[in-house]
């Protein structure tokens, strides 16, 4: 839903529209994916990766390979890897799979051009595909790990726009609910560019789950009224010790569950996790033009003059997670040993 392959480049839904308008866009070289990555046509950490993979294909079609020399696809891949996968610096998955596809492609390079294609499409498509696997594991471990916690609450969105499946935090929600062991879902808005407000909120009546959603200073005052019996949200990158890049507001959520009793979990594929990082100390947190914060669309409301600090995330310290449910199974603290044994397992299959 989030991006497709249409056989000549990727196709995502503009969801800076949504959910008022749903307009599809192609992407049909370097520079359209790269905006469409910066200013969130696609968003949401898998699907940033998706959209790079196939973007990567696409930009090599456009920068014409016919009758390059070795030397010369490998420049040009090397290239356009780079530029896409510097799009957004925050959610690892976009440099892992541009990474990958980069690799396959420069293992292609000396057959020609069009087994560099070829190799590049294949990886990206093998991406898309594990994605979509991915999410319907976590859906599975991340139900069992909610068990009898029938009103949760979730922040930003992570659900089929921000993956290449059903979603992570989310699919753990539509899995819930399809299982009748769900009484309501709250939404906070998340602010400043409301990917909880405008797009769980969607795809949450689109699913027919029951849902309200919140504002994000609204959180608190939630879970001291029992609405909230588990937290689960996203993540952009999770470091060597389980400490977690999310969305901007999901770090208060945590302080907030812990104070309140509440389990705070956090759901993500493995391509999340980024062992090469050692800790949130070491995670680049985006920051984004100050006008998302004085208003939004054509609607201003702060004063000419005012100045913002615009993070697009804040880092959440694995000591205030409860658990980390990951397509290779529920992940608890210490995160160290466990990520790093993960890590291990995927670099011996
Ligand atoms: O700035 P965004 O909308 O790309 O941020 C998205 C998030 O923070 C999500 O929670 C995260 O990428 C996980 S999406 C499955």
Redesign the pocket.
């Given at each position: 839903m989030s991006v497709t392959w249409d056989g000549g480049a990727p196709v995502i839904v503009d969801q800076r529209l949504l959910p008022g308008e749903v307009v599809h866009r192609r992407l049909t070289d370097a520079a359209e994916t790269i905006e469409a990555i910066r200013t969130?046509a696609v968003?949401?950490?898998?699907a940033?990766g998706i959209a790079g993979a196939y973007g990567l294909v696409a930009a090599l079609d456009a920068a014409g390979l016919a009758s390059s020399s070795g030397d010369t696809l490998r420049a040009l891949v090397g290239d356009l890897a780079d530029r896409i996968a510097a799009a957004r610096p925050t959610?690892v998955n976009l440099a892992h799979d541009v990474g990958r596809v980069r690799e396959a492609a420069l293992a292609a390079a000396d057959r020609g051009p069009a087994a560099v294609r070829e190799a590049a499409l294949t990886e990206a498509l093998a991406i898309h595909a594990a994605d979509r696997a991915s999410c319907a594991a976590i859906a599975h471990h991340g139900r069992m790990a909610l068990a009898g916690r029938r009103r949760i609450l979730t922040?930003?969105?992570?659900g089929r726009l921000?993956?290449g499946g059903d979603?992570?935090a989310l699919a753990v929600v539509y899995a819930l609910h399809a299982a009748g062991e769900l009484d309501e879902v709250l939404a906070c808005e998340a602010r400043p560019?409301l990917?909880g407000g405008r797009l769980t909120a969607w795809e949450l009546v689109m699913a027919g789950v029951p849902s309200r959603v919140i504002v994000d200073g609204a959180a608190g005052a939630a879970m001291a009224a029992g609405l909230v019996e588990a937290v689960i949200?996203?993540?952009?990158r999770i470091a060597a010790n389980g400490d977690t890049a999310?969305?901007i507001g999901t770090y208060a959520l945590a302080v907030l569950a812990r104070h309140h009793g509440i389990p705070f979990w956090v759901a993500?594929p493995w391509s999340t996790v980024d062992p090469a990082t050692p800790d949130g100390a070491a995670i680049v947190v985006e920051e984004r033009d100050p006008a998302e914060v004085f208003g939004y669309r054509d609607v201003r409301w702060s004063p000419a003059g005012a100045g913002a600090w615009n993070p697009?995330?804040d880092v959440t310290p694995a000591e205030l997670i409860t658990g980390i449910v990951t397509d290779r199974g529920t992940l608890v603290a210490p995160y160290g040993p466990g990520i790093a044994r993960h890590a291990r397992g995927a670099e011996d299959a």
């Open positions: 969130l968003r949401g950490a898998p940033i959610a922040h930003c969105n992570t921000a993956t979603g992570t560019l990917q949200v996203g993540a952009d999310n969305k993500a697009a995330f």
